[in-house]
């Protein structure tokens, strides 16, 4: 018994950072998330570039990637200071392309990266002292490629095709870093969706991909043995009170056209795999779903008003909080999840800078 009150008064006193993107000042917010108080307090604004956007965080929790969209494409490297929060740049590498999502492999020896606007996906190496350095390897993929991540054992890799309506399929040699295309080289999504974020089930048998178009979720069972992934469900995920039109590239609307559309953006789940959340930028909700781990089915249960335009958003590893970016508010929200039901419930907010984008959350015990 005394021992277990200890394990929770540890972890319970387990410092949090949270780190937050903001494309047009070009900086990185961080802060201090207290979770046995349930509050989020600012901590430091650290200089990054123009357009500084998707980030990652090693494995190791001892580095922040950060991507800079604007040229010269870059990726930046941030040492994390586990005593204060603090970030320290530690070098940058070259990227071939404007890189909407990044993720390292799960040994943290690669970096992946995709490019929506060049069709492509690129592997960078990462050295010994955790620095992203140039792009050893590019490869052309489906149209406007959205996210790419490493499968759980770290053999294959996938990569979301928004424009062709596909998972890019990839084995991947840990070794080397080399990818090449699986056999067979994609897995179809369902027509008109355009798959954005993708996260895998903790327990690494299922895929849940969002649709940029459709606000739907696609599950996908992962064959750890071929690499490959085959569709299981769709369940929708945009209630019809919210009355939006179904989705289309944003460059494809005619000037003039306001038609309140979808327009899905993030995914998450949380540690224990019971939830699903997912983000709709027109509306500005967050949208709940129940997830059964054995059979990767989800069932959408309501959505919740949230900051202006969430673009990013980040569970905790405790699975207990959610921080929400609005590209189009000036504050970023923390959400408590209810483990019984998974419902969110604003706790605190705290002043964030212009289109805050993008959010990771490291906890140091």
Same mark, same amino acid.
């Given at each position: 018994?005394?021992?277990?009150?200890?394990?929770?008064?540890?972890?319970?006193?387990?410092?949090?950072?949270?780190?937050?993107?903001?494309?047009?000042?070009?900086?990185?917010?961080?802060?201090?998330?207290?979770?046995?108080?349930?509050?989020?307090?600012?901590?430091?604004?650290?200089?990054?570039?123009?357009?500084?956007?998707?980030?990652?965080?090693?494995?190791?929790?001892?580095?922040?990637?950060?991507?800079?969209?604007?040229?010269?494409?870059? #990726?930046? %490297? /941030?040492?994390? @200071?586990?005593?204060? &929060?603090? *970030? !320290? =740049?530690?070098?940058?590498?070259?990227?071939? $392309?404007?890189?909407?999502?990044?993720?390292?492999?799960?040994?943290?020896?690669?970096?992946?990266?995709?490019?929506?606007?060049?069709?492509?996906?690129?592997?960078?190496?990462?050295?010994?002292?955790?620095?992203?350095?140039?792009?050893?390897?590019?490869?052309?993929?489906?149209?406007?490629?959205?996210?790419?991540?490493?499968?759980?054992?770290?053999?294959?890799?996938?990569?979301?095709?928004?424009?062709?309506?596909?998972?890019?399929?990839?084995?991947?040699?840990?070794?080397?870093?080399?990818?090449?295309?699986?056999?067979?080289?994609?897995?179809?999504?369902?027509?008109?969706?355009?798959?954005?974020?993708?996260?895998?089930?903790?327990?690494?048998?299922?895929?849940?991909?969002?649709?940029?178009?459709?606000?739907? #979720?696609? %599950? /996908?069972?992962? @064959?750890?043995?071929? &690499?490959? *992934? !085959? =569709?299981?469900?769709?369940?929708?995920?945009? $209630?019809?009170?919210?009355?939006?039109?179904?989705?289309?590239?944003?460059?494809?609307?005619?000037?003039?056209?306001?038609?309140?559309?979808?327009?899905?953006?993030?995914?998450?789940?949380?540690?224990?795999?019971?939830?699903?959340?997912?983000?709709?930028?027109?509306?500005?909700?967050?949208?709940?779903?129940?997830?059964?781990?054995?059979?990767?089915?989800?069932?959408?249960?309501?959505?919740?008003?949230?900051?202006?335009?969430?673009?990013?958003?980040?569970?905790?590893?405790?699975?207990?909080?959610?921080?929400?970016?609005?590209?189009?508010?000036?504050?970023?929200?923390?959400?408590?999840?209810?483990?019984?039901?998974?419902?969110?419930?604003?706790?605190?907010?705290?002043?964030?800078?212009?289109?805050?984008?993008? #959010?990771?959350?490291?906890?140091? @015990?």
């Amino acid at each position: 018994m005394g021992a277990t009150l200890l394990g929770a008064s540890l972890a319970a006193q387990a410092t949090t950072y949270v780190y937050v993107s903001n494309a047009d000042d070009g900086v990185i917010t961080s802060y201090t998330l207290d979770r046995a108080a349930g509050t989020l307090e600012p901590l430091d604004t650290t200089t990054a570039g123009d357009s500084v956007m998707p980030m990652a965080i090693s494995p190791d929790r001892h580095y922040l990637y950060a991507s800079i969209r604007s040229e010269p494409y870059r #990726v930046l %490297t /941030y040492r994390i @200071d586990r005593e204060t &929060g603090k *970030l !320290t =740049q530690q070098g940058s590498g070259s990227l071939p $392309a404007s890189m909407p999502n990044i993720d390292t492999d799960q040994s943290g020896a690669y970096l992946f990266s995709a490019s929506y606007s060049d069709n492509l996906v690129s592997v960078s190496p990462i050295d010994e002292n955790g620095v992203v350095k140039d792009a050893q390897q590019t490869v052309e993929t489906g149209r406007n490629a959205h996210a790419m991540h490493a499968s759980p054992d770290n053999r294959y890799a996938f990569a979301s095709n928004l424009g062709d309506d596909r998972l890019a399929q990839f084995r991947f040699n840990a070794e080397t870093g080399q990818l090449d295309l699986n056999d067979p080289g994609a897995a179809d999504a369902p027509a008109n969706t355009g798959p954005r974020h993708f996260v895998f089930s903790p327990n690494g048998r299922y895929v849940y991909v969002l649709g940029e178009f459709s606000g739907a #979720v696609t %599950t /996908y069972a992962f @064959d750890a043995g071929k &690499g490959t *992934l !085959t =569709q299981v469900s769709v369940e929708p995920g945009i $209630a019809d009170s919210l009355n939006l039109a179904q989705g289309v590239a944003r460059e494809t609307i005619p000037e003039g056209d306001d038609t309140p559309r979808i327009w899905a953006a993030d995914i998450q789940v949380t540690p224990n795999g019971r939830y699903v959340y997912t983000s709709e930028r027109t509306s500005s909700v967050i949208s709940t779903f129940e997830a059964n781990p054995e059979t990767g089915e989800l069932t959408y249960l309501n959505h919740l008003q949230v900051e202006r335009q969430p673009r990013g958003f980040q569970i905790d590893d405790s699975g207990r909080y959610m921080v929400v970016t609005g590209q189009l508010d000036d504050s970023v929200g923390l959400y408590r999840i209810d483990p019984d039901n998974g419902e969110l419930t604003l706790v605190d907010d705290a002043p964030t800078g212009k289109n805050a984008n993008w #959010v990771e959350i490291v906890s140091f @015990d």
